[in-house]
């Protein structure tokens, strides 16, 4: 079992930065692919980024990559979102979530575990 706490959201002007945090729980956290979703009103839950174990392999939606960096510190049981360059379309609640299939995924589905969610919104 893994909890997740996500933290770091809140409101910033277009071309500012947030760095979203995920503290996870328990001792293995460092065998779990961690992924980072959003989601904005009335629209589905989207992929952002996703970090393998290691955090030596990562993937980014279309829509972030140049400008949001996922990273993790196994030592710590925490994952981050690095979000530069924000946008008024990147306003959302954003989503950690953990899967134990040992690969980077985009498909929410094969995450078994999520977090509460951190509010993210950027004005223009």
């Known amino acids: 079992q893994v909890q997740l706490v996500e933290s770091g959201g809140g409101l910033v002007q277009a071309g500012g930065s947030l760095r979203l945090s995920c503290k996870a729980s328990?001792?293995?956290?460092?065998?779990?692919?961690m992924g980072w979703f959003r989601q904005a009103p009335g629209k589905e839950r989207e992929f952002v980024a996703t970090?393998?174990?290691?955090?030596?392999?990562?993937y980014y939606a279309d829509s972030v990559k140049g400008r949001f960096t996922i990273s993790r510190d196994n030592a710590e049981n925490t994952v981050y979102l690095q979000m530069n360059n924000l946008k008024p379309d990147d306003t959302a609640i954003y989503y950690c979530?953990?899967?134990?299939?040992?690969?980077?995924?985009?498909?929410?589905?094969?995450?078994?575990?999520w977090g509460q969610g951190t509010q993210v919104t950027v004005s223009s």
């Open positions: 979530a953990a899967t134990n299939r040992g690969l980077t995924t985009v498909v929410a589905s094969l995450y078994d575990y």
């Open positions: 328990g001792r293995t956290f460092s065998s779990y692919v």
């Open positions: 970090i393998s174990t290691s955090g030596r392999s990562t």
